[in-house]
C-alpha cells in the first residue's frame, strides 16, 4: 500500500507527494503528479463572485473546483523528465471528467506541446449517482479526477469532496455535514410532520409537536 501527501491550494488539489518508510520522508522524483487549475462551472458561467468569508480566488472555486481542472503532469516518480507524460481533461456539461488525452511535449507549435498520435488515455461514462458505468485507457485506473471532478479513492470507491466523502454505490454522503447540522434536523423534521398529517388525516401545527426543550418529539405511525 503506497502512501502520499497532498498539497492543497484553496479546494484545488496541487500536488501528490509519495511518502516511504516509517518516518514518511519524501521519495526521489516527488512530487509524483502536478496538478493545473483553470476557471470551474462557476467561473465558465460568468459568477465571479466567491462566498462570504471564502478567502479563495473567484471563479476559481465558487464551484468547488468542478470542472476546472485543466492538465496533470505524471513524474512517474523520477527524476529524469524524458518519461514525464501530460494530459488535458475533457469535461461534459456538469464538470464530470469524460476523457483523458495525452499531449507529448517538445512536439513543436507555438506552445512546444502537441497531441500524441491516437493517444486517448482514459475515457469514463457514469450513472447519475456517479458509479462508473463503463471506463476504458492506459491512464483510466492511475487518473484520480473522474464524477464531478472530485479525487476518487479506489480502496474506498468513495469521493473526496472536502467536507466530506461521498459514496457512488450508495447514492449518499458517508455522513452529515457538520456546519449544517440543525438545517438537515429541521427538514427531516419537517417532513415527518408532514407524513404525519397525511396519514392521520389531522391537522398539524408545528408548535404542538415540540417539547419545553423545543426539541422535536417523533410521532409513532
Excluded at 22 to 45: C, F, H, K, N
Excluded at 82 to 103: H, I, K, M, P
Excluded at 127 to 151: A, E, H, L, M, Q
Amino acid at each position: 500500500m503506497s502512501k502520499h501527501r497532498y498539497v492543497y491550494g484553496g479546494w484545488s488539489l496541487l500536488m501528490e507527494l509519495p511518502v516511504t518508510g516509517s518516518d514518511e520522508s519524501l521519495t526521489v522524483g516527488d512530487p509524483a503528479r502536478m496538478y493545473t487549475w483553470g476557471l470551474d462551472i462557476s467561473g465558465q458561467s460568468g459568477n465571479a463572485t466567491a462566498g462570504s468569508g471564502d478567502s479563495s480566488v473567484s471563479g476559481l472555486h465558487g464551484a468547488g473546483g468542478i470542472g476546472g481542472l485543466l492538465a496533470v503532469l505524471d513524474t512517474n516518480n523520477t527524476t529524469t523528465t524524458s518519461d514525464d507524460r501530460n494530459f488535458t481533461y475533457c469535461y461534459d456539461a456538469n464538470g464530470n471528467v469524460g476523457q483523458l488525452v495525452e499531449w507529448a511535449s517538445g512536439a513543436g507549435g507555438a506552445s512546444g506541446m502537441a497531441w500524441a498520435a491516437g493517444r486517448m488515455a482514459a475515457t469514463y461514462e457514469y450513472d447519475p449517482y456517479g458509479n462508473t458505468v463503463s471506463k476504458s485507457g492506459t491512464y483510466s485506473d492511475t487518473n484520480s479526477f473522474r464524477f464531478s471532478t472530485k479525487f476518487f479513492d479506489p480502496e474506498t470507491g468513495l469521493y473526496y469532496y472536502g467536507y466530506r466523502y461521498y459514496s457512488p454505490r450508495l447514492g449518499r454522503w458517508i455522513r452529515f455535514c457538520l456546519t449544517d447540522r440543525f438545517s438537515v434536523f429541521v427538514r427531516v423534521a419537517r417532513c415527518d410532520f408532514l407524513l404525519h398529517a397525511v396519514v392521520d388525516d389531522k391537522e398539524v401545527d408545528d408548535g404542538k409537536r415540540l417539547d419545553k426543550r423545543r426539541r422535536a418529539t417523533w410521532p409513532a405511525l
